[in-house]
């Protein structure tokens, strides 16, 4: 082999080219998946990454971008009216290349020699599916929004795209329990997938009936939903808060709701945000249930079996310490470890500085139109004016008190 494997850092070590968008073969046979390549020339091993690791897993969150586009179209939506969730047809509109490419070219390959009978690993180069840097990143990328959210530095309608709800009802009065889910990815037999899938065993393991202190009656339960895939052949990661002596599998689903029509009733915003706190929790146990120890060169440490469980290790360490946001402009995630703001919402001066120009840009076209209408705008004509769905009532209220 023309590389080694460090399990205290997770990275395969050599000297290596990457390459993405190559079609080339697995096993003999034509592969048409678009692949990101990494070909060992030399089997030097190369230093370990000098760069903070918290902002090593923030690059690779963000070389995918929030999909903006809500799941749901309406913040509730009856059980017998609903069709399909609102899910993109082309991952590619929302993956950075660049990003990928630059980080790819820093860590080497991101799952690594996980599955040697793959037929993704050779003896001079490793090849990886790009849907997979793809999906691995998007689950990275969510954990951190969530997280943000619950932190006080994002907004709620953050989220709407990539989580929902579900209500369900059973025969008593009281049987109603809430489910919070999350689409996930449907890379079947690739690396991402084979470090994701669990046996029965581990799945009961991980994912056994957890209680919170805020609600006492509630058990919350874990789903990971891989057999059947799920709704429209995606599966999915699901937590439910279930009353003592309800069973969820005889109950009926009723409604699907929006995280924002969530938080902004009073009866379920805090049911909400513990929901998601467990469905963060999940993820994680997802992610890092076979990180190990071991005793590597000399030293007894964490040890990794690909460089994503790292990535994952670094997001929790990040996240115990409460500091990742989501940027209110750009919508990029991003760490502030070395801020004394426990409130920032943006990544940068500059995109503050941008903002706040919007801001003014959104405003003035609002004012100019009540003043061309002789009226107030509707909300749809608003948005329109200013080319933004930013706008809200709230936005437009304000605008014309001051004319």
Known sequence: MRYSFDPRSGQVRGTFEVGVDFEGEIDGEHCD??????????????????????????DFANIVASEQMPLLEEDWIAFNQFSSFNIPDDYRDYLDYESLVNLAETTGPLFGSFNEESGYIQVDHIMEPERCWYDAAKALNLAIRIQSYLLGRAYSDSLDDAIYFTLYTGAGENE??????????????????EMLELSEEEENRLFLPTVDGSCANLAFHTRWNTRDHGLWNHSSLRVAAVPGGVDISAMAPVAYASFSYMVENDETASLARILIAHLVRALMLLHTHRVYHDWYDGLFGLAYNNLLERFWMDFAAGASLGKLGVCNHCGEVFEAMGERKETKKYCSVSCQANAKSARQYRRRKIRDLAETLGRRPTLEEAQE???????????IDTVLQHL
């Open 176 to 193: 109603l329990v809430w489910q919070c889910s999350s689409f996930y990815p449907d890379s079947i037999d690739s690396p991402y997938w």
């Open 385 to 395: 004016a200013a080319s933004s769905y930013e706008v809200t009532e709230e936005m």
């Open 33 to 58: 998946t678009e692949l990101v390549t990494f070909q060992f020339s030399e089997s030097e091993v190369m230093e370990r990454v000098e760069i903070d690791q918290d902002q090593l897993y923030i």
